[in-house]
C-alpha cells in the first residue's frame, strides 16, 4: 500500500520559543505591544482576565451611502476569561472585510426585506456590538486537555473585530502550510464560494464559453481562474472600470466595461 504523505507542518506565528511558558498576562501584553496598543489592567485587576482590551463595535448604520472608519468605534473592553477545556485564546492577524458586510450594516430589517435571507447575514449587525467576521489569528493560549493546538498556531476562524477573543477550538482550522495567511482567508475563504459553485453546480465542460458578472471582485476573479483551470477555451467577465478590465485581461480573461459597453 502506498505511504500516507507526511503531515505539513502547522504554520506558526513567530513567537518566541519560551511563549508556552510566558504567563498569560505577559503574553497579552507583548501582543498589544506587537500591535501598537496599550494594555492596562483595571484598577482593582488582580488576574489577566481582567486585563483590558480593545474591540471595534459597530457605532452609526451608513444609511444610502458607503461605510466609512467613522461608522465604528474602538472601545475598551474586559479581556475573557481563562480558557477551559476544548477552548482557545486568539488574537487576529488579520480580519476579512468583505463586500457582502455592507448588507450586514444595514439591520435586520433591510435585510429580511431582500433577496437574501436574514439568516444568511446572521440578522444584521448590533449597534454597540463588535462585528464578525472570518479571520487569521494566532494561538495564545489553550485550555486544558486540549490536544491539536499549540500557543503560535496559525488557525483560521469566525470570530470579533477585538484584539483577543476565545473560541472552541472544534471551529477552529489550521491554516495551510505553504500559503500567505492572507490566502487562508481569501482563496480558501471566500474563494470557496467560487470554486464549489462552478466545480458542483455550473459543471464546465472542456472547449466551452463561461461568463461571469463581477469579474473583478475576490469572488468573481477566483469564478475566473477557477473556469479557466477546469477546462473552459473562454471566459468572459464584465467589470465596472477599464482598469479593473485591464486586470482581467492581464490575467487572460476576456473583458467588458458594463457601464460603458452595450
Given at each position: 500500500?502506498?505511504?500516507?504523505?507526511?503531515?505539513?507542518?502547522?504554520?506558526?506565528?513567530?513567537?518566541?520559543?519560551?511563549?508556552?511558558?510566558?504567563?498569560?498576562?505577559?503574553?497579552?501584553?507583548?501582543?498589544?505591544?506587537?500591535?501598537?496598543?496599550?494594555?492596562?489592567?483595571?484598577?482593582?485587576?488582580?488576574?489577566?482576565?481582567?486585563?483590558?482590551?480593545?474591540?471595534?463595535?459597530?457605532?452609526?448604520?451608513?444609511?444610502?451611502?458607503?461605510?466609512?472608519?467613522?461608522?465604528?468605534?474602538?472601545?475598551?473592553?474586559?479581556?475573557?476569561?481563562?480558557?477551559?477545556?476544548?477552548?482557545?485564546?486568539?488574537?487576529?492577524?488579520?480580519?476579512?472585510?468583505?463586500?457582502?458586510?455592507?448588507?450586514?450594516?444595514?439591520?435586520?430589517?433591510?435585510?429580511?426585506?431582500?433577496?437574501?435571507?436574514?439568516?444568511?447575514?446572521?440578522?444584521?449587525?448590533?449597534?454597540?456590538?463588535?462585528?464578525?467576521?472570518?479571520?487569521?489569528?494566532?494561538?495564545?493560549?489553550?485550555?486544558?486537555?486540549?490536544?491539536?493546538?499549540?500557543?503560535?498556531?496559525?488557525?483560521?476562524?469566525?470570530?470579533?473585530?477585538?484584539?483577543?477573543?476565545?473560541?472552541?477550538?472544534?471551529?477552529?482550522?489550521?491554516?495551510?502550510?505553504?500559503?500567505?495567511?492572507?490566502?487562508?482567508?481569501?482563496?480558501?475563504?471566500?474563494?470557496?464560494?467560487?470554486?464549489?459553485?462552478?466545480?458542483?453546480?455550473?459543471?464546465?465542460?472542456?472547449?466551452?464559453?463561461?461568463?461571469?458578472?463581477?469579474?473583478?471582485?475576490?469572488?468573481?476573479?477566483?469564478?475566473?481562474?477557477?473556469l479557466k483551470l477546469l477546462g473552459c477555451a473562454r471566459v468572459i467577465g464584465s467589470a465596472g472600470?477599464?482598469?479593473?478590465?485591464?486586470?482581467?485581461?492581464?490575467?487572460?480573461?476576456?473583458?467588458?466595461?458594463?457601464?460603458?459597453?452595450?
Amino acid at each position: 500500500p502506498q505511504a500516507a504523505a507526511p503531515r505539513r507542518p502547522t504554520p506558526r506565528w513567530t513567537l518566541p520559543d519560551t511563549a508556552g511558558q510566558m504567563p498569560l498576562e505577559e503574553r497579552i501584553r507583548a501582543c498589544a505591544a506587537g500591535m501598537g496598543l496599550h494594555v492596562a489592567p483595571h484598577p482593582t485587576a488582580t488576574a489577566a482576565s481582567e486585563l483590558e482590551q480593545g474591540q471595534w463595535v459597530f457605532a452609526r448604520r451608513p444609511v444610502g451611502r458607503a461605510a466609512t472608519l467613522d461608522d465604528f468605534e474602538l472601545q475598551p473592553c474586559p479581556a475573557p476569561p481563562p480558557c477551559g477545556r476544548g477552548e482557545a485564546l486568539l488574537r487576529p492577524h488579520l480580519i476579512s472585510v468583505d463586500p457582502t458586510m455592507r448588507n450586514s450594516m444595514s439591520g435586520p430589517d433591510h435585510v429580511a426585506s431582500t433577496t437574501q435571507t436574514a439568516s444568511y447575514y446572521r440578522g444584521g449587525w448590533q449597534l454597540g456590538s463588535p462585528p464578525s467576521g472570518r479571520q487569521v489569528a494566532v494561538v495564545m493560549d489553550v485550555g486544558p486537555d486540549t490536544p491539536g493546538f499549540s500557543v503560535g498556531d496559525l488557525v483560521v476562524t469566525r470570530g470579533p473585530w477585538a484584539l483577543l477573543h476565545k473560541a472552541d477550538t472544534a471551529e477552529l482550522v489550521h491554516c495551510e502550510a505553504g500559503l500567505a495567511p492572507e490566502s487562508n482567508i481569501a482563496t480558501l475563504g471566500t474563494g470557496m464560494s467560487a470554486v464549489l459553485p462552478c466545480k458542483h453546480i455550473g459543471q464546465p465542460k472542456p472547449g466551452e464559453t463561461a461568463f461571469v458578472s463581477g469579474a473583478a471582485g475576490m469572488t468573481g476573479f477566483c469564478a475566473a481562474q477557477t473556469l479557466k483551470l477546469l477546462g473552459c477555451a473562454r471566459v468572459i467577465g464584465s467589470a465596472g472600470t477599464d482598469e479593473k478590465c485591464a486586470e482581467l485581461e492581464a490575467a487572460g480573461i476576456q473583458s467588458f466595461n458594463y457601464k460603458t459597453e452595450a
